[in-house]
């Protein structure tokens, strides 16, 4: 009993303590809380947390973990409409199609960037270096049969397609299985894998570890995908499952990739479409874009409507002597399309229809109804455009390059290209880090295996990622003025900020070696066949040699 009696005596100061501190927390608030002048018509020192404000009442979204905010059914809507609007809609198609080529384009170019400095290679080794490698891996990436597993596209038109369907999707997977052909160099190929392909199998519920056909380990790192054999919609592909591990056992080798269109939330596994937040109003915008356009149509069309009594005399009309058929060739038949009234058979009401030059004969006591024409709409374009602003500011692409039409001053043009700028450089180092630099890295890594190319030291990590450092360039944005443009790029060359391979890829996505030799071979051309240089600004004839070194005296 005697127990029992203290641990009574225990809960109940527990709860004296507890009801202590409770009115002390109401008195601390309650000397928290505004004063009658202040946030005037909000209980909640942000206005944007009011519970009370009428324009705040309906806005009760819940707090919820990634995959509370994106459930699986969310997600699959989201890219069934979204590939949706990305076929049928004008905008939509417009968003990624632009997306895609202004990041992608022709693809990014690989120019290797060895670190020779850690590798205790001199510039000229490190350069012979460089070209080994570029060599190598050209004959991967631009033969689609060494690099594509359906051997159809080679490696630069598989990053458009893979960021085309990353975007569209949320995401999309690259799997890299080995099958070396007859004839072939490499066994490593790409495989592209849609976002459905990869999932829980017959609405199984999601686990703390295994989210949406990812499972992770306790870092959160994924460790295997759940892998459909075919589509699950589609009843002829078959659908067997299974858990497809993302690195080598062994050798911890990447072989599968995850080009995700953006991560928004710490933890999130599997991503959203790029379309998700423009949806509703880009089908609204279709809709009304589409209605005007019918409108306009509609009105565009001229229909003649003739009333009559009904007369013994109107013969004519109506089953008369003047009643041409379709195959009469009388001259005199008329060239319009005639809606005849029959008096022998009911009216035939709705089933009259509008028409180019078309005339209506009406039934006894029909009236004509004149309609007035309005269109176009000139508040349409206004409108529209309004619309398409907003959609380009949650793109990141401004309104102009959306709709590919520039009408406002120079200035404002360029503008809009820095801001593109922007968009474009950011997701071309995202589609370099999650795509481009894997891939190359496993290129290298069968190379290296096969003794194609022989790296010292390659199996230590530090000295691997020197060997396999590089940069993706992809081609330029364009020019508004090409003069301004070349002169700003000697600018940068002349100060240090910019070399001649970096300026020569981001101009047109060539080497500066391959421009380089092609240029000293046309020099050396001319200058046998006597053709006049025209070099620095100035025309060299044929007699004068031109100088290639600096000018010492030059400050």
């Known amino acids: ?65 990634p995959r509370q905010d994106t459930p699986t059914s969310e997600r699959e809507t989201l890219i069934a409409r979204s590939r949706d609007a990305y076929r049928n809609h004008m905008m939509g198609r417009a968003a990624i199609s632009r997306a895609a080529t202004n990041v992608v384009g022709m693809g990014l170019t690989l120019r290797p960037n060895v670190d020779g400095e850690v590798l205790g290679l001199d510039d000229e080794a490190t350069d012979t270096l460089n070209d080994e490698l570029a060599r190598g891996f050209r004959l991967w990436a631009e033969d689609p049969n060494e690099c594509d597993a359906e051997a159809t596209l080679d490696f630069y038109m598989q990053q458009r397609l893979a960021f085309v369907s990353a975007m569209v999707s949320g995401d999309l997977f690259g799997f890299t299985p080995f099958d070396k052909r007859p004839g072939g160099l490499f066994g490593l190929k790409l495989q592209l894998v849609e976002a459905e392909r990869i999932g829980n199998p017959f609405n199984v519920l999601n686990t703390e570890r295994e989210l949406d ?57 599997r991503g959203v479409p790029y379309l998700a937040p423009i949806l509703e109003a880009l089908q609204k915008l279709e ?99 309004a619309i398409v602003k907003e959609i380009g500011a949650a793109l990141e692409q401004p309104a102009e390059v959306l709709l590919m039409h520039f009408s406002t001053s120079y200035t404002a043009a360029r503008a809009a290209f820095n801001q593109l700028w922007k968009f474009i450089k950011q997701r071309r180092h995202h589609m370099t880090v999650q795509w481009c630099q894997p891939i190359y890295e496993l290129v290298i890594d069968e190379m290296v295996a096969t003794g194609m190319i022989t790296l010292p030291g390659y199996r230590d990590p530090a000295k691997r990622r020197a060997y396999t450092r590089a940069l993706w360039i992809g081609e330029p944005l364009g020019s508004l003025n090409e003069m301004v443009d070349a002169k700003a790029a000697t600018e940068r060359i002349a100060n240090g900020t910019s070399n001649e391979h970096l300026e020569t890829m981001a101009l047109h996505g060539e080497d500066w070696e391959d421009v380089h030799k092609d240029r000293a071979r046309e020099i050396k051309r001319k200058q046998q066949d006597g053709v006049p240089l025209y070099i620095g600004g100035k025309v060299h004839d044929d007699d004068a040699k031109v100088d290639t070194q600096p000018n010492q005296n030059t400050p």
């Open 1 to 65: 009993m005697g127990i029992f009696s203290n641990l009574g005596t225990a809960r109940a100061k527990l709860a004296e303590t507890q009801a202590q501190q409770a009115m002390e927390e109401i008195q601390r608030l309650k000397a928290t809380q505004p004063s009658s002048s202040a946030n005037v018509g909000s209980e909640t020192r942000h206005r944007g947390a009011s519970r009370m404000l009428r324009s705040m009442l309906s806005w009760l979204p819940g707090l919820g973990s």
């Open 213 to 269: 056909g990812i499972r992770v380990d306790w870092l959160g790192r994924p460790t295997h995908v759940h892998l459909c054999s075919g589509y699950p919609s589609d009843h002829l592909t078959r659908h067997d499952w299974q858990w497809v591990p993302v690195f080598g056992a062994e050798t911890g080798r990447r072989r599968i990739l995850q080009l995700m269109n953006e991560k928004d939330r710490p933890g999130q596994q």
């Open 287 to 385: 809709r009304f874009s589409q209605a005007e356009l019918t409108a306009a149509v509609i009105s565009a069309m001229f229909t003649v409507a003739i009333t009559h009594e009904n007369s013994e005399e109107e013969e004519g009309v109506g089953g008369g002597a003047t009643m041409w058929d379709q195959q009469s060739s009388d001259p005199d038949k008329p060239s319009r399309p005639v809606v005849q009234s029959n008096r022998d058979h009911e009216p035939e009401g709705d089933n009259l229809t509008l028409g180019e030059g078309a005339v209506w004969d009406l039934e006894e006591g029909a009236k004509p109804v004149s309609i007035s024409s309005n269109r176009p709409n000139p508040e349409f374009d206004p409108f529209f455009m």
